[in-house]
């Protein structure tokens, strides 16, 4: 994500840079962290835990295509229920392919998140 979104000039926030990825609950503490010391300074935030992604659209775009779903937060979605496939039985059916969320991507107003958070 790194290359894609210095290629279209977006500067971005690396969360845990340079530190030992410690599982799920750590991506969660290190997005609680940068809530807390810079939620006040943004409208949204877009998270994706980045090693398989890549930005092709202008901030505009995604802005627009997020402000479509008329929610404060969208979550993506995958077919398999990771890392708890044993869980997937429990889970609400859906309509859709991608029934399970998805933590490696999504995006929300800050107000929202933070309240999410708490």
Same mark, same amino acid.
């Given at each position: 994500v +790194?290359?894609?979104a210095? +290629?279209?000039g977006y500067d971005l *926030? &690396? /969360?845990g840079e340079g530190e030992f990825f410690h599982g799920y609950g750590w991506k969660l503490q290190k997005v609680a962290q940068v809530l807390a010391e810079r939620g006040a300074q943004?409208? *949204?935030l877009l998270f994706t835990d980045s090693f398989d992604s890549y930005i092709f659209g202008s901030m505009d775009e995604i802005v627009e295509k997020f402000r479509s779903f008329k929610h404060p937060m969208v979550v993506s979605g995958e &077919?398999?229920?990771w $890392?708890? $496939?044993h869980l997937a039985d429990e889970l609400p059916q859906s309509d859709g392919r991608y029934r399970f969320l998805n933590s490696g991507g999504y995006m929300a107003e800050v107000p929202y998140l /933070?309240? &999410?958070y708490n």
């Open positions: +790194e290359r894609s210095r +290629e279209i *926030l &690396v /969360a943004y409208d *949204l &077919v398999n229920c $890392p708890n $496939p /933070a309240h &999410v």
